[in-house]
């Protein structure tokens, strides 16, 4: 029993290439179908394009020229490649039409990246360079910033480094200062009291922060250069003063209060002599050893002694009072400015370096993502040029369209979406037949059991079947599914036997296997939409010499099922009313109807299991002849139905109509 359908010849290996435009484009160029295609010429060493040696028919004047002037000219043309040794190594071209360079000379190239090849199609492309050309400025212009970016950040690092290596010199002599005027342990007493009077104005000073900047002592080193800090001195050991020694420094206000009291004491001295002078004067004037005028100058020099005294006095106290104070109080406050003005510097030029640094990010960024669309752009403007991957005939990916009665022609000037196919280059070594098994036929092909009808031709039962245990032309295809290779093929290996008949070669017979149904229907026609088909796809195993080409119309007749001995009618030679089944049968001059039982069935027989007996003769069109004895078995089926076989009726005349 056989399901008899129509298809298509495929290749079963096909290279098809697609549309890998973005959006829709035009073909501007393609190459005639039924054009040999001939696979790419590819680099064998990684290496540097040095030389490309124009084709020999060429003139010796010419000079190295892109790929598209020198695939002008037809002959053979020699691209030398040259590796990281120095060593050349020559690829021989035959530049001839569809074939095109791929490579100039300075492109660096790889193992097995093409240097040459079949231009199969040309998509438009003009849009697409317009739009590379913006965005290579736009590339330059990314590169320009990031360069400019690198360049802050990096100046920034050196000005944050001169900034904060001013401010800590700044706050360095404002201590030196403050220590130089003060002394240290003074000085220190001194900047905890300032400190505190400021805590009470600026109550975010922290006061530990600013001690710790003070490098009176060891903990505000360690606070500033770490834990691991030690102090050197140009003092050995032996020479160091002891702590309490050290603590007796005194700064430059003491060494001025030294000097004014010790001018207090030299004017007090003055005085007492002075007035000692002067009494003593006076004695001698009684006596008339002095006169008054020395009397009278003695007087004077104890005036401008108490004077001096007085001098003297107001200094010191001035020193006391004001001078001391307004100069601590100025020193003190430079110093914690110049410990805030460090911390502004260390601070603006952190948050400066930062924001250099965010900048440089997204320079980078921006030329990364600037670098995303350049590569785009240019593997759009590859992708315009389809190339043949392989060896292969090229077809025209031609598709009719499910929508509608429009088909999808592929030709120069036709517009083709993204991921299109556009050509296929079928190998004709590998031909398949595609046909559409209607859903009234598809049980018939159950893959699960597709072994199980033709196990009763297991003469020996082994589980397998042979050459004597095969019908026909069967075995010849078969044969092709023995993947063991010994002669037999195993009822689980079976694959259905398809007789194939192309109308390109009428009256040979093409042998196939069955090799995959689909699981889901094929998708509707716009015209069908209730059509429910499967695919299925059949390995063509015997050509019989002849070269099959993709497309050509074909009847598939699957044998699914092998009965010896069984008796079959034409299918049409059956009429079903109710469940009964009934043929007309010639009987000498007139018909006879009779009831048949019938068996298995195909698109093409019935079997029939009683009723009619070989060599008899059957009407083949009893609808056309008998539609009223059809009718009339029909009104009694529907009360009560004829009675069994053999009742003669009249046909209207003598003859055999449509046996």
Same mark, same amino acid.
């Given at each position: 029993?056989?399901?008899?359908?129509?298809?298509?010849? =495929?290749?079963?290996?096909?290279?098809?290439? &697609?549309?890998?435009?973005?959006?829709?484009?035009?073909?501007?160029?393609?190459?005639?179908?039924?054009?040999?295609?001939?696979?790419? #010429?590819?680099?064998?060493?990684?290496? &540097?394009?040095?030389?490309?040696?124009?084709?020999?028919?060429?003139?010796?004047?010419?000079?190295?020229?892109?790929?598209?002037?020198? +695939?002008?000219?037809?002959?053979?043309?020699?691209?030398?490649? +040259?590796?990281?040794?120095?060593?050349?190594?020559?690829?021989?071209?035959?530049?001839?039409?569809?074939?095109?360079?791929?490579?100039?000379?300075?492109?660096?190239?790889?193992?097995?990246?093409?240097?040459?090849?079949?231009?199969?199609?040309?998509?438009?492309?003009?849009?697409?360079?317009?739009?590379?050309?913006?965005?290579?400025?736009? *590339?330059?212009?990314?590169?320009?910033?990031?360069?400019?970016?690198?360049?802050?950040?990096? #100046?920034?690092?050196?000005?944050?480094? !001169?900034?904060?290596?001013?401010?800590?010199?700044?706050?360095?002599?404002?201590?030196?200062?403050?220590?130089?005027?003060?002394?240290?342990?003074?000085?220190?007493?001194?900047?905890?009291?300032?400190?505190?009077?400021?805590? *009470?104005?600026?109550?975010?000073?922290?006061?530990?922060?600013? *001690?710790?900047?003070?490098?009176?002592?060891?903990?505000?080193?360690?606070?500033?250069? %770490?834990?691991?800090?030690?102090?050197?001195?140009?003092?050995?050991?032996?020479?160091?003063? =002891?702590?309490?020694?050290?603590?007796?420094?005194?700064?430059?206000?003491?060494?001025?209060?030294?000097?004014?009291?010790?001018?207090?004491?030299?004017?007090?001295?003055?005085?007492?002599?002075?007035?000692?002078?002067?009494?003593?004067?006076?004695?001698?004037?009684?006596?008339?050893?002095?006169?008054?005028?020395?009397?009278?100058? =003695?007087? #004077?020099?104890?005036?401008?002694?108490?004077?001096?005294?007085?001098?003297?006095?107001?200094?010191?106290?001035?020193?006391?009072?004001?001078?001391?104070?307004? &100069?601590?109080?100025?020193?003190?406050?430079?110093?914690?400015? !110049?410990?805030?003005?460090?911390?502004?510097?260390? +601070?603006?030029?952190?948050?400066?370096?930062?924001?250099?640094?965010?900048?440089?990010?997204?320079?980078?960024?921006?030329?990364?993502?600037?670098?995303?669309?350049?590569?785009?752009?240019?593997?759009?403007?590859?992708?315009?040029?389809?190339?043949?991957?392989?060896?292969?005939?090229?077809?025209?990916?031609?598709?009719?369209?499910?929508?509608?009665?429009?088909?999808?022609?592929?030709?120069?000037?036709?517009?083709?979406?993204?991921?299109?196919?556009?050509?296929?280059?079928?190998?004709?070594?590998?031909?398949?037949?595609?046909?559409?098994?209607?859903?009234?036929?598809?049980?018939?092909?159950?893959?699960?059991?597709?072994?199980?009808?033709?196990?009763?031709?297991?003469?020996?039962?082994? %589980?397998?079947?042979?050459?004597?245990?095969?019908?026909?032309?069967?075995?010849?295809?078969?044969?092709?599914?023995?993947?063991?290779? =010994?002669?037999?093929?195993?009822?689980?290996?079976?694959?259905?036997?398809?007789?194939?008949?192309?109308?390109?070669?009428?009256?040979?017979?093409?042998?196939?296997?069955?090799?995959?149904?689909?699981?889901?229907?094929?998708?509707?026609?716009?015209?069908?939409?209730?059509?429910?088909?499967?695919?299925?796809?059949?390995?063509?195993?015997?050509?019989?010499?002849?070269?099959?080409?993709?497309?050509?119309? +074909?009847?598939?007749?699957?044998?699914?099922?092998?009965?010896?001995?069984?008796?079959?009618?034409?299918?049409?030679?059956?009429?079903?009313?109710?469940?009964?089944?009934?043929?007309?049968?010639?009987?000498?001059?007139?018909?006879?109807?009779?009831?048949?039982?019938?068996?298995?069935?195909?698109?093409?027989?019935?079997?029939?299991?009683?009723?009619?007996?070989?060599?008899?003769?059957?009407?083949?069109?009893?609808?056309?002849?008998?539609?009223?004895?059809?009718?009339?078995?029909?009104?009694?089926?529907?009360? %009560?139905?004829?009675?069994?076989?053999?009742?003669?009726?009249?046909?209207?005349?003598?003859?055999?109509?449509?046996?």
């Amino acid at each position: 029993m056989t399901v008899t359908e129509r298809g298509q010849t =495929d290749s079963r290996s096909n290279v098809t290439l &697609t549309s890998r435009v973005e959006g829709t484009s035009t073909i501007i160029f393609l190459v005639p179908e039924g054009t040999a295609a001939k696979a790419p #010429i590819i680099a064998e060493v990684a290496g &540097t394009v040095t030389e490309i040696v124009p084709p020999e028919a060429a003139d010796d004047e010419i000079e190295s020229t892109s790929s598209e002037e020198q +695939t002008s000219s037809t002959g053979v043309t020699a691209v030398v490649v +040259t590796d990281g040794n120095g060593a050349e190594v020559r690829h021989e071209v035959t530049v001839v039409e569809p074939t095109r360079l791929r490579v100039e000379v300075g492109d660096a190239v790889e193992v097995g990246e093409p240097l040459a090849g079949d231009l199969l199609c040309e998509l438009d492309s003009s849009e697409l360079r317009e739009e590379y050309k913006e965005q290579v400025i736009k *590339l330059k212009q990314a590169e320009a910033d990031l360069v400019k970016a690198e360049a802050n950040r990096t #100046i920034q690092r050196s000005q944050n480094r !001169s900034d904060e290596a001013a401010a800590h010199l700044a706050q360095t002599v404002a201590e030196l200062e403050l220590k130089k005027y003060l002394g240290e342990s003074e000085a220190r007493r001194e900047l905890e009291r300032f400190l505190e009077n400021e805590k *009470l104005r600026n109550p975010d000073l922290v006061v530990e922060e600013v *001690l710790a900047e003070f490098s009176g002592d060891d903990r505000s080193l360690a606070a500033r250069y %770490g834990p691991d800090f030690e102090p050197v001195s140009d003092v050995s050991e032996d020479e160091q003063p =002891d702590d309490e020694a050290a603590a007796k420094k005194e700064g430059e206000f003491a060494q001025q209060r030294n000097e004014l009291l010790g001018a207090v004491t030299v004017a007090e001295e003055d005085l007492a002599r002075t007035r000692e002078v002067f009494e003593f004067t006076k004695r001698l004037a009684r006596k008339g050893y002095k006169s008054l005028n020395d009397v009278e100058a =003695d007087r #004077i020099a104890v005036t401008k002694a108490r004077i001096a005294l007085s001098v003297a006095r107001e200094k010191l106290g001035l020193l006391d009072e004001f001078s001391k104070s307004r &100069t601590a109080e100025e020193m003190l406050a430079n110093f914690v400015e !110049s410990v805030a003005a460090k911390e502004r510097t260390e +601070t603006s030029g952190t948050a400066a370096l930062k924001a250099f640094e965010k900048e440089y990010e997204a320079r980078v960024n921006a030329l990364e993502i600037e670098q995303s669309k350049h590569d785009r752009l240019t593997q759009q403007l590859e992708a315009c040029l389809m190339f043949a991957p392989s060896d292969g005939i090229v077809v025209y990916a031609n598709q009719q369209s499910r929508r509608s009665s429009d088909n999808v022609v592929i030709e120069e000037r036709a517009t083709v979406r993204e991921r299109q196919a556009i050509i296929k280059l079928p190998d004709l070594n590998r031909m398949q037949v595609d046909a559409q098994v209607h859903e009234s036929r598809i049980s018939l092909l159950d893959e699960n059991g597709r072994g199980g009808s033709f196990a009763s031709l297991d003469a020996d039962g082994d %589980g397998s079947l042979g050459p004597t245990e095969m019908p026909d032309w069967t075995w010849n295809a078969l044969v092709h599914a023995d993947v063991n290779d =010994d002669g037999r093929v195993d009822l689980d290996e079976y694959r259905f036997p398809v007789s194939l008949r192309i109308d390109s070669y009428p009256g040979e017979r093409f042998l196939g296997l069955v090799q995959s149904i689909s699981s889901v229907p094929s998708p509707s026609d716009w015209m069908r939409p209730n059509l429910k088909q499967y695919a299925a796809e059949i390995e063509i195993v015997d050509t019989g010499g002849r070269s099959l080409k993709p497309g050509m119309t +074909t009847v598939v007749e699957v044998l699914v099922k092998h009965r010896a001995n069984a008796l079959q009618v034409p299918v049409q030679a059956v009429v079903g009313v109710g469940s009964k089944r009934y043929c007309w049968v010639l009987d000498g001059g007139a018909t006879e109807l009779r009831e048949v039982r019938v068996g298995d069935s195909s698109t093409t027989g019935v079997e029939i299991v009683d009723g009619v007996v070989e060599g008899e003769t059957v009407v083949m069109n009893p609808r056309t002849h008998f539609a009223k004895v059809i009718e009339e078995l029909r009104g009694k089926n529907a009360g %009560g139905g004829a009675k069994g076989r053999g009742a003669k009726k009249p046909s209207g005349g003598p003859g055999s109509p449509g046996a």
